[in-house]
């Protein structure tokens, strides 16, 4: 941060406020540096059930320091390395000597950089207004009453309508802040599907203790997400300083997940072992399905029946019982990345999907992935074509030396042709007032190389793999006319 005085209400500095309105996650550092925690305090980590106190402080470089020296960024990693065991959220974990936590220090600055007078600008006003809804959203979490919504709902609080890296990394530093997660992860399943805003979770031991009494009587169909999470946590980090730089929170899922495509958490009609060979073919054929998971509760997967299975069985034996159809299926989790469950598609044909309860909600088929890499690769495609019929255009209508002036004027790319240049050279080239008349096209420069400027983003975000939600879908109309177009002025 680089102004301490936080409310003093003097006017809101980018810097001071970057944390609430730029998205990033607060640190300690930011409640040492704004005056909100004093370098020195002393913190405890209070294990609830079995009573051990694990004793830290703050460092003046907002680090917490453990009784054996080691420090850490990350109030979770600290909890971690102090107990031995995770994972924890750290800023519910520790202390203050008066029993104030954390994170009450940290929703305290957080209302004092959002009470600061507005620069007036929507960007800040739609942040103090976001920052309302998360504080609401986390006080109804807290009252075991959490807000559920749709993933495109919960885009619309920061103004977006997609999950590029940078929208999704500033929800989840934002929702962290005022410690919430959702559940399922909202980079995980489809844009309509429903997610829940969550509270920080409670300490991983004592739940664990708790469960151990209760043995074999505790129902597993009722874990969800976040309690399996906090039960069968893996050990906390062993570093012995703060080599690693931590975050208090997982990064959101990049790249396309199981969850995301769209048959994946939409239901899945089932039948149970004890069923009849008549059952399955009826429900198989009503619903055009070429296979039925067999379940005996929603988490209970026995296998499945196949057309190919239930005539082998009946081949080999007119009277087998239905049992003899049934044939091993495979689940995988929402959250699993698509690419690496490909081996298991192929092998089976389908998986069943488990959702954040681990339920069997949905069923994915080879043409269901195959359909989503075809929608990927599209907009690469023409993307590349694109980028042909530019260079085309530029090259058979303009001259190298004046090209190589304009995109390499002090000569440090050593451009010597017009392979070498790249989609920001087009444009630099197309915006010249001077190379545009030389191509004599009956065409009005200011839309046609802001529409370059609109496929540039496009490109950029399909290139660094960030088009979760098909941004490129939308963009083929434009991709095709621009080629077109091109096509047709060119010659």
């Known amino acids: 941060m680089t102004d301490s005085t936080v409310g003093d209400g003097a006017e809101e500095s980018p810097g001071r406020a970057s944390y609430l309105f730029e998205g990033r996650r607060v640190r300690v550092s930011d409640l040492v540096d704004a005056g ?66 954390l994170d009450v220090l940290r929703q305290r600055l957080l209302d004092t950089v959002a009470e600061q007078p507005s620069s007036g600008g929507s960007s800040t006003d739609g942040s103090a207004s976001r920052h309302a809804r998360l504080k609401d959203a986390r006080k109804q979490a807290d009252a075991d009453a959490p807000i559920t919504l749709t993933v495109r709902d919960l885009l619309d609080w920061w103004g977006a309508s997609r999950r590029g890296y940078l929208v999704s990394g500033q929800v989840s530093a934002e929702l962290a802040n005022h410690g919430l997660s959702t559940v399922p992860d909202f980079a995980a399943v489809g844009l309509d599907d429903r997610v829940a805003l969550i509270g920080p979770s409670v300490d991983t031991e004592d739940e664990q203790e708790a469960t151990a009494e209760q043995g074999a009587a505790t129902e597993p169909e009722e874990a969800t997400e976040p309690e399996r999470a906090r039960m069968t946590g893996a050990p906390g980090p062993t570093t012995t300083s703060d080599e690693a730089e931590e975050e208090d929170e997982d990064e ?23 069923a009849s060979f008549e059952e399955a073919f009826t429900k198989m054929r009503l619903n055009g399905y070429s296979q039925l998971p067999v379940l005996n509760g929603p ?25 003899r159809a049934i044939v091993k299926a495979h689940a995988v989790s929402y959250s699993d990345h698509l690419i690496d469950v490909l081996t298991h598609l192929e092998q089976f044909g389908f998986l069943l999907v488990k959702d954040q309860t681990n339920r069997i909600a949905g069923i994915i088929t080879i043409a269901d992935v195959a359909a989503e890499y075809g929608a990927t690769a599209r907009p690469f495609l023409l993307i590349g074509d694109l980028d042909r019929q530019l260079r085309r255009v530029i090259s058979e209508g303009l001259d190298l030396a004046e090209v190589i002036a304009l995109c390499d004027p002090d000569g440090r790319r050593k451009l010597t042709s017009f392979d070498q240049l790249s989609y920001g050279d087009y444009q630099q080239v197309l915006s010249n ?5 030389r191509l004599g096209w009956p065409l009005d420069r200011k839309p046609f190389t802001d529409r370059l400027n609109e496929l540039r983003e496009v490109r ?25 177009l091109l096509r047709e002025c060119g010659g």
């Open 36 to 101: 909100v925690l004093a370098a020195g305090t002393q913190l405890t980590f209070r294990r609830k059930r079995s009573g051990e106190a694990h004793p830290a402080r703050v460092t003046a470089d907002g680090r917490i320091e453990l009784s054996d020296g080691r420090r850490f960024k990350s109030p979770s990693t600290a909890a971690a390395a102090a107990s031995g065991r995770g994972p924890f959220d750290g800023w519910t974990a520790w202390a203050l000597d008066d029993g104030t936590l």
């Open 252 to 274: 959101p899922i990049q790249g396309q997940t199981v969850g995301n495509l769209p048959s994946a958490l939409r239901g899945v009609e089932s039948i149970a072992s004890s």
């Open 299 to 323: 988490r209970n997967l026995q296998g499945a029946v196949t057309w190919e299975s239930i005539a082998l069985a009946r081949h080999t034996d007119a009277k087998a019982p239905f049992s």
């Open 433 to 437: 007032q001077k190379q545009w008349d």
């Open 460 to 484: 950029n975000e399909l290139m660094h793999f960030n088009d979760k939600d098909k941004a490129g879908d939308a963009a083929v109309p434009m991709l095709r006319n621009m080629i077109e």
